[in-house]
């Protein structure tokens, strides 16, 4: 069972809920669809790497919604935790930290860390950028 813990209340706001709550809805695994409300119908979403089922780069609301469908059935999510939400001071900016253990199918068991960093415009998630350690 994902571990969910509380985060600090921020004064940034996305259609009227805090990052705390995206935050914490975002990292929890099965509520891929719940956190969706907070991104704009033509979000870009850039991830570190791509690969096969899940291109590097995706845009609009459709494709994020079939990249974290992809994520969870090809990834059992045995903890799953966020830092921050670290804001900037122009309030069209935050960043989270994610760190996740899991197990990929076929895979062996894994723990991981990625920075998430996210652009907000018009009260919705805009882009959303991921970066993770280097492998290796």
């Not at 004064?11 to 990052?19: G, I, P, Y």
């Not at 096969?52 to 845009?59: L, Y």
Request: glycine residues 10%.
């Amino acid at each position: 069972m994902p571990v969910c813990s509380p985060l600090p209340q921020t004064r940034l706001r996305v259609e009227d809920h805090s990052e705390r709550d995206f935050s914490k809805n975002r990292r929890c695994a099965g509520l891929a669809s719940g956190y969706t409300r907070y991104y704009a119908d033509d979000i870009v979403s850039i991830e570190g790497a791509g690969g096969e089922g899940m291109p590097r780069r995706m845009e609009g609301i459709e494709a994020i919604r079939g990249k974290h469908e992809w994520w969870y059935a090809n990834n059992e999510i045995h903890e799953s935790r966020a830092e921050g939400p670290f804001v900037a001071e122009d309030d069209e900016h935050f960043a989270v930290i994610f760190h996740m253990d899991i197990t990929p199918k076929g895979g062996e068991r894994m723990k991981m860390s990625e920075v998430a960093y996210y652009t907000v415009r018009d009260g919705k998630i805009a882009e959303e950028r991921f970066y993770f350690p280097p492998m290796g």
